[in-house]
């Protein structure tokens, strides 16, 4: 146990080390809980900084698993007992699988954890033991990844057809490092061809040889011929062959047929009589391009004039609706109107006027007929003004509408006529009262009024009302 005056020694020193720090302007030392989260925090977002933490905090397990989490290749700064972990170390190759050449080498014979780096890239098979080299899964993982790293596994599984043909498909040109039975394959061959023509080269001579393969390569890339057999090189049938695909081709023929000049003037009159004839194809295509624009042209112009006349057609009917809705529109109504209403009113008048004109002679008999020469007052007096002005309202009734006379006419009129082929009563005895009225006189002005009317228009008796109403 220290004693007090080396404790006191040490807090003198440590006072002195914060004064320094203060005077060289790095402030006092960090709280170490405090620099320990800083750096932790600092980590987990960039783990490459593991570089330049201090070594205490590079032995620090979770200080190497947080860096390893999202930089894996840290680990090499990482002590040597924390690469030896294999949680760091799956942690470290699931963020870069580069990872794996730091940690222990132990690991390279880890199926889960060099089957993740392959997965992430083909070539992090160098990594792997010769065991793992000859495992069938890694390597289908290594094809898939890049094609290129199948060189990597082992013999055995590049005679695999499945696993180089999967190989191929991602990378064409992996046919080199095929076995030579699998190169004989014919199917494989025209798969990789389909791909890449210039992987012709990776061939057997044989199928090189083939004329059916090498035209096929040719129509995927003309510059394939040059790695066809020889003997079709120089041949000058085949290269007219050729030359019908890809004219281009010919930079790639045989020597002998290049430097041969009537045979290459041959050539260049077929390969010329080939464009002329891919010419007059190109025509034919572009005529009967034109007459299918021209008919869709002549079916748009007819659709159109159909739409025009549609639209006016439209406009018509639009322009119609409107005209009715216009100030003024109903003018042909009302003078219509007013012309009805002033013969009604004149029927009206006249009639007025020719019971006003009977009741005025019944009034000169009367009186005449009263003793010494005194005119007495009739009791039905009221009875008789009343059927004059129901004939008046008849009478401007079937002036509106003749339907309405007949309906509401009629039945008074021929109550009235009843009445007048009755005649007067015999005056010889003066003191007689004349004959009461008969009750339907008496009705005939409020069955007038009553009765129903065909016109739709009710004309009402010539009191001015209707002026303001109907004038336009």
Request: net charge negative; hydrophobic share 40%; glycine share 6%.
């Amino acid at each position: 146990m220290a004693s007090a005056e080396e404790q006191a020694e040490h807090a003198q020193q440590q006072q002195q080390q914060e004064q320094q720090a203060v005077a060289n302007g790095q402030g006092p030392p960090m709280d170490p809980e405090e620099e320990r989260k800083m750096v932790y925090d600092l980590l987990k977002e960039e783990g490459l900084c593991l570089e330049f933490v201090r070594k205490e905090l590079q032995a620090d397990y979770d200080m190497v698993l947080a860096a390893a989490s999202n930089a894996g290749t840290c680990i090499e700064f990482a002590s040597e007992e924390l690469r030896k972990d294999r949680t760091i170390a799956v942690a470290a190759t699931k963020s870069d699988h580069w990872a794996i050449q730091y940690c222990d080498k132990r690991f390279r014979e880890d199926r889960e954890i060099m089957l993740n780096c392959v997965s992430q890239d083909g070539w992090s098979l160098h990594w792997a033991s010769s065991a793992l080299k000859d495992d069938r899964d890694l390597a289908m993982a290594c094809a898939r990844s890049d094609g290129l790293a199948i060189q990597l596994a082992s013999e055995r599984l590049r005679q695999d057809r499945e696993v180089m043909q999967e190989a191929i498909r991602n990378q064409p040109r992996a046919l080199q490092y095929a076995s030579p039975e699998l190169k004989k394959d014919v199917a494989l061959v025209r798969e990789v061809i389909s791909l890449d023509g210039l992987s012709l080269r990776f061939a057997d001579d044989e199928l090189r040889r083939d004329q059916d393969i090498v035209l096929e390569a040719l129509k995927q890339d003309g510059r394939s011929l040059f790695f066809a057999h020889e003997d079709l090189r120089s041949s000058k049938k085949f290269v007219m062959k050729c030359l019908k695909q890809d004219f281009e081709c010919l930079a790639y023929a045989h020597s002998s047929i290049i430097d041969d000049r009537n045979t290459m003037k041959q050539m260049l009159d077929q390969s010329n009589q080939n464009k002329q004839d891919s010419i007059d194809d190109l025509k034919s295509d572009i005529a009967d391009l034109q007459k299918e624009s021209e008919k869709l042209r002549e079916s748009q112009l007819a659709q159109a004039k159909e739409i025009e006349a549609l639209k006016a057609a439209l406009a018509a009917a639009t322009d119609g609706e409107h005209a009715l809705l216009e100030p003024g529109a109903d003018a042909p109504f009302k003078a219509e109107a007013k012309a009805e209403v002033a013969a009604s009113r004149a029927a009206a008048e006249a009639a007025e006027a020719k019971a006003a004109a009977e009741k005025g002679g019944s009034n000169d008999k009367n009186g005449d007929a009263g003793t010494g020469g005194t005119k007495r007052a009739h009791p039905d007096a009221d009875a008789d003004a009343g059927v004059a002005e129901g004939a008046a309202a008849a009478g401007s009734v079937a002036a509106a509408s003749p339907s309405a006379a007949e309906a509401a006419g009629a039945p008074a009129a021929k109550m009235a006529k009843t009445d007048s082929d009755a005649g007067e009563p015999d005056m010889g005895d003066r003191n007689m009262p004349p004959l009461p009225m008969s009750p339907v006189a008496h009705q005939a002005p409020l069955a007038a009024a009553a009765a129903p009317t065909a016109s739709p228009l009710q004309i009402p008796q010539n009191d001015g009302a209707m002026d303001g109403i109907l004038s336009p």
